[in-house]
């Protein structure tokens, strides 16, 4: 391990275990120094460190959080990030808004502290280049690596006890524009003076127009695909696996699923079904629970209360296993897919997957593992202690947006959630039954209707920032233009604006019930 000191831009000190003489490289660019240690020594652990942090870095931690190569960690202790608010107004992910408390995937890096594998970065090095401004060159290089299975996180075990929470200035407006325009198409640095006109009442003319300059810049995985994803750190101890499937009025759909779990390479201990029915006197159908013989324990539940939310609910409190599996009731999948997934948890060290679905009109890429933005409870595997004390929010049930407000609970929690391709599912969209059946919605009864669904606007209430919330409003109008706001742009406005509120009291509401 190389611990690297800087003062932002120039090198101060150089730490090694080893008895080396870096002596050379103090007053050097940091950015330089990082690159040519990735050629010369590959095999250690590259860590920067601001000379503020010198005192507060926790080096005992550091080879522990690396389990793997694939990673890149560091840390701001200040509220303030490198881009600023601002950022909000170009991407929406949950990479933008950083909960500092936990492990969190993001792409904003910080040169306060942080570290990686040099090996990682001399793969990468033909893409990179040298920068005087240390916090862009990492902010560019986690940005576009992120997308290729470099998994890049803040970590806040970098640092120990109180941390000088060093005021981190705020990159100029110039520098977001340069950003916007080398790392996202080319829209968004328009839209990006869009909303700061709109909301902020700024004019960031020249900023746009130097913008305008630069190139986007690209990025070649291929070096950095090269290097195994092998995990050290153990996650599995029994390897047991539980299923949760929430079904209502798809008796043959959800019976193919069963035959497919019962082929399993690795068999499944429960499967749970939550049969749902909302007839007063009814009673279940899934005759084929008692009537076939099954490889493995059938937990059913059948209730009069439908909703999505409720169900998997009320599945969440059966699982037992070391593992769960959450599924829909009209899949289908090949007969290795439980036994790739424990595979998958071996080979990553990561508790929370999803597993590539795709309709039969779509086509499977195959990707190297990668974080992912979304959450599908239909396609995940997750470890059942990371599910301890989470539900399914009621405010979405009949709605949408559960899947991804369940995926950021977990992220809230210190849990990051990869995307592997080398499983799939096809997810068959079963004509009828489901779980998502069509009750009346409170707000249907409103004589203006809400826009977008009052369940997207909480999810938005929950976890996006302000700016993130005002750029969705202005992508939404700009989507939903139509001939009359060429009719009539004033009416076609003010109508837009009295949509977006419905939606808002209605998703205030199910906020606080």
């Not at 005021?167 to 700061?196: A, D, G």
């Not at 009949?398 to 899947?403: A, H, I, S, V, Y």
């Amino acid at each position: 391990m190389i611990i690297i000191y800087h003062n932002k831009s120039k090198v101060t000190e150089v730490v090694s275990d080893t008895a080396s003489d870096f002596s050379k490289e103090i007053h050097r660019n940091v950015v330089a120094v990082l690159l040519d240690f990735a050629d010369q020594l590959e095999h250690e652990i590259l860590v920067w460190c601001h000379e503020s942090q010198r005192n507060h870095l926790n080096v005992a931690v550091v080879e522990s959080l690396f389990h793997h190569q694939k990673l890149l960690f560091s840390f701001n202790p200040s509220d303030n990030n490198y881009f600023g608010r601002e950022l909000g107004y170009i991407e929406d992910s949950p990479f933008i808004k950083i909960n500092k408390e936990v492990r969190y995937a993001t792409w904003q890096t910080s040169s306060q502290v942080g570290a990686i594998q040099a090996s990682v970065l001399k793969a990468c090095k033909l893409d990179l280049k040298v920068e005087n401004n240390f916090d862009y060159f990492l902010h560019s290089f986690a940005k576009r690596a992120i997308v290729h299975g470099l998994l890049c996180y803040s970590e806040p075990k970098l640092l120990k006890g109180k941390s000088i929470e060093e005021s981190v200035p705020k990159e100029s407006l110039s520098q977001l524009f340069k950003f916007t325009k080398q790392h996202y198409r080319t829209r968004w640095i328009f839209l990006l003076f869009f909303n700061l006109l709109l909301f902020e009442k700024r004019f960031p003319l020249m900023p746009l127009v130097t913008s305008l300059f630069y190139k986007k810049r690209s990025f070649n995985p291929e070096r950095l695909n090269q290097i195994p994803l092998i995990s050290t750190k153990s996650i599995i101890e029994k390897g047991t696996i539980d299923v949760l499937i929430p079904t209502i009025g798809r008796k043959q759909y959800l019976f193919d699923v069963l035959n497919h779990l019962a082929s399993q390479t690795h068999l499944p201990t429960n499967v749970i079904i939550i049969e749902q029915n909302p007839l007063e006197d009814s009673v279940s159908e899934l005759d084929f629970i008692q009537n076939n013989p099954w490889p493995f324990t059938i937990k059913h539940h059948f209730t009069h209360q439908s909703g999505a939310c409720n169900a998997r609910n009320i599945g969440l409190d059966l699982i037992e296993s070391e593992f769960c599996f959450l599924a829909d009731d009209d899949i289908v999948f090949e007969n290795n897919l439980l036994e790739k997934a424990m595979e998958s948890f071996r080979s990553t060290g990561n508790e929370v997957f999803l597993v590539a679905c795709h309709l039969k009109t779509q086509i499977i890429e195959r990707q190297t593992p990668k974080q992912f933005t979304v959450f599908g409870a239909g396609h995940a595997f997750v470890k059942s202690s990371c599910l301890k004390g989470l539900r399914f929010n009621m405010g979405y049930e009949f709605g949408f947006g559960e899947d991804n407000d369940f995926g950021m609970q977990l992220r809230q929690r210190g849990f990051d959630i990869l995307y592997i391709s080398t499983s799939n599912i096809l997810h068959l969209k079963a004509p009828m039954g489901g779980f998502r059946t069509k009750p009346t919605l409170r707000w249907q009864e409103e004589v203006i209707p809400p826009k977008p669904s009052p369940t997207v606007m909480l999810f938005r209430l929950l976890y996006d920032t302000e700016e993130q919330l005002r750029s969705y409003k202005t992508t939404l109008f700009f989507k939903n233009l139509n001939k009359s706001f060429f009719l009539n742009p004033f009416g076609y406005i003010k109508l837009f604006r009295k949509k977006w509120n419905v939606s808002v009291f209605w998703a205030t509401k199910l906020k606080k019930e």
